[in-house]
């Protein structure tokens, strides 16, 4: 069990538009702590597609856009393209207890 | 071009010991935190470990799962970050990665990972 909860999976045609949820808490995402996002393609190691709620790292198409509000935050891909299909990961800061770092339990996009 | 290369992964038995190393380059490796994830077969990302660059101190923080049996280190001489696995469990069995810890008001994120290495633990 996640402290960050995502769909399982989502799905899309090429060239829509898809969304993936992130429903933290009040001692992670409501306590204000930043939400990133990760990509990792099948076989791979992730990699960084959001950082800070929704700053994209040189590199990562406009495509890719991240939001945040209140105790959830949100990926949005635009433009779906087959090469999107991967796994995708939320990732925030939890004070509860010690203090960690905190991750999703991943969402998988499947372009149709 | 910043790459981390973790080694050291393998095959050990319940209750040893393992451990791993990350060699960083193309970047001032102590001017920044490092810190492990692993993913177990099938599963998703879990955060391991976390250690802070010198100038924060060099601290370490653990995930509840691992505490008190791994330790996490650094030699910034060689640019080499450790993990140190005692009293291994079947449940301790991922791919392991290093990543490096990104300061970004006041916030850490994880900007580059290494590619990742097995670690099995079974009998």
């Known amino acids: 069990q996640s402290v960050l909860t995502q769909p399982p999976s989502v799905s899309g045609a090429p060239g829509q538009r898809v969304t993936i949820s992130c429903t933290g808490s009040?001692?992670?995402?409501?306590?204000?702590?930043?939400v990133h996002w990760y990509q990792q393609l099948p076989g791979t190691a992730p990699k960084l597609l959001i950082y800070?709620?929704?700053n994209r790292p040189s590199g990562v198409p406009d495509r890719f856009s991240g939001s945040k509000s209140g105790t959830s935050a949100s990926l949005a891909i635009t433009g779906l393209q087959a090469e999107d299909e991967a796994d995708y990961y939320c990732?925030?800061?939890?004070?509860?207890?010690?203090?960690?770092?905190?991750f999703g339990g991943g969402t998988k996009l499947t372009v149709l | 071009e910043v790459q981390l290369v973790e080694s050291g992964g393998g095959l050990v038995q319940p209750g040893r010991s393992l451990r791993l190393s990350c060699t960083a380059s193309?970047?001032?490796?102590?001017?920044?935190?490092m810190s492990w994830v692993r993913q177990a077969p099938g599963k998703g990302l879990e955060w391991v470990g976390f250690?802070?660059?010198?100038?924060?101190?060099?601290?370490?923080e653990y995930a509840a799962s691992v505490k008190g049996r791994f330790t996490i280190s650094r030699d910034d001489s060689k640019s080499i970050a450790y993990l140190q696995m005692n009293s291994l469990k079947t449940e301790d069995t991922a791919v392991y990665y290093c990543t490096r810890g990104l300061l970004w008001f006041g916030e850490f994120h994880f900007d580059y990972w290494g590619q990742g290495t097995l670690v099995t633990v079974s009998s």
């Open positions: 800070g709620n929704s």
């Open positions: 250690i802070r660059s010198k100038a924060y101190g060099g601290t370490t």
């Open positions: 990732q925030s800061y939890d004070s509860s207890l010690s203090g960690t770092w905190v």
């Open positions: 009040s001692s992670n995402i409501g306590a204000g702590y930043d």
């Open positions: 193309g970047f001032t490796f102590g001017d920044y935190a």
